[in-house]
């Protein structure tokens, strides 16, 4: 569970998160979505402990995140928007120092990477350096770390970016399985369709604010026939 209580970031006179209150359960896919410059990435920001709240208090499955970082952060894997670090790392010894971060025996950690690997395609690029990699398999080699230590709470930054159709189907089949089995993914993505498609709730921010969250059903109210497209630019709209 994800809980965000009236949190704020201010950047000079910029209000980029604006006292955010809301709450993602156990067993659900959230999407968050919301224009260029809403505050969609600082909110992941805050969420992961990269940068600080001004006010408010941030919690992962009930550890305070600033008063317990590491406890926090050992319940979470993140998948940032670029992967852009360990460039001199081959894909292997990237697993291997992920797996030694959060714990994970070496038997366990060999099963796995080897596993997802294999699921995709990159075993043939496991023992070359990340900085040769492309955007697509940086993006996979990232979603391999953030799994490997089996995390309560899956946070991606738009993962489909750069992502082969079949991996991008392995990606939303690996997040409803994760999701299903009772533990929790929050994503960011502009592909509207996708976030229609897959997930159980959607929260829409603007301008530091979120305007609306629930499920598809419930941001149609009456309008039951509008896509999430619709729903967003009316939303959007109106909370401008």
């Given at each position: 569970?994800?809980?965000?209580e009236n949190v704020t970031?201010?950047?000079?006179?910029k209000?980029?998160?604006d006292?955010?209150?809301?709450?993602?359960?156990?067993?659900?896919?959230?999407?968050?979505?919301?224009p260029?410059?809403?505050?969609?990435t600082?909110?992941?920001?805050?969420?992961?402990?990269?940068?600080?709240?001004?006010?408010g208090?941030?919690?992962?499955?009930?550890?305070?995140?600033k008063?317990s970082?590491?406890?926090?952060?050992r319940?979470?894997?993140?998948?940032?928007?670029?992967?852009?670090?360990?460039?001199?790392?081959?894909?292997m010894?990237?697993?291997?120092?992920?797996?030694?971060m959060?714990?994970?025996?070496k038997?366990e950690?060999?099963?796995?990477?080897?596993?997802?690997?294999?699921?995709?395609a990159?075993?043939?690029?496991?023992?070359?350096?990340?900085r040769?990699?492309s955007?697509?398999?940086?993006q996979k080699?990232?979603?391999?770390?953030?799994?490997?230590?089996?995390?309560?709470i899956?946070i991606?930054?738009e993962p489909?970016?750069?992502?082969?159709?079949?991996?991008?189907?392995l990606?939303?089949?690996?997040?409803r399985?994760?999701?299903?089995?009772?533990?929790?993914?929050?994503f960011?993505?502009?592909?509207?369709?996708?976030?229609?498609?897959?997930?159980?709730?959607i929260?829409?921010?603007s301008?530091?604010?979120?305007?609306?969250?629930g499920?598809?059903d419930?941001?149609?109210?009456?309008?039951?026939?509008?896509t999430?497209?619709?729903?967003?630019?009316?939303?959007?709209e109106?909370?401008?």
């Amino acid at each position: 569970m994800i809980t965000f209580e009236n949190v704020t970031k201010v950047y000079g006179e910029k209000r980029a998160v604006d006292n955010l209150t809301m709450q993602v359960e156990d067993g659900k896919v959230f999407g968050f979505i919301g224009p260029n410059g809403a505050g969609k990435t600082t909110t992941i920001k805050l969420m992961t402990g990269i940068i600080q709240p001004d006010e408010g208090r941030v919690e992962m499955n009930g550890i305070d995140m600033k008063k317990s970082p590491l406890e926090a952060k050992r319940t979470f894997g993140f998948v940032p928007d670029a992967f852009d670090m360990y460039g001199r790392l081959t894909g292997m010894e990237y697993l291997r120092f992920m797996g030694d971060m959060y714990g994970v025996g070496k038997e366990e950690r060999n099963r796995l990477s080897e596993m997802y690997l294999e699921q995709f395609a990159l075993k043939d690029a496991a023992n070359q350096q990340i900085r040769s990699y492309s955007r697509g398999m940086k993006q996979k080699i990232a979603v391999i770390g953030a799994l490997l230590h089996d995390p309560s709470i899956w946070i991606l930054d738009e993962p489909m970016t750069g992502l082969d159709p079949q991996s991008m189907h392995l990606l939303k089949e690996q997040m409803r399985a994760h999701a299903d089995s009772g533990r929790t993914v929050f994503f960011s993505t502009h592909v509207l369709d996708v976030a229609e498609r897959l997930c159980d709730e959607i929260g829409i921010i603007s301008q530091g604010k979120l305007i609306a969250k629930g499920s598809l059903d419930d941001l149609r109210g009456s309008q039951k026939n509008d896509t999430l497209e619709e729903l967003f630019l009316e939303l959007v709209e109106k909370g401008e």
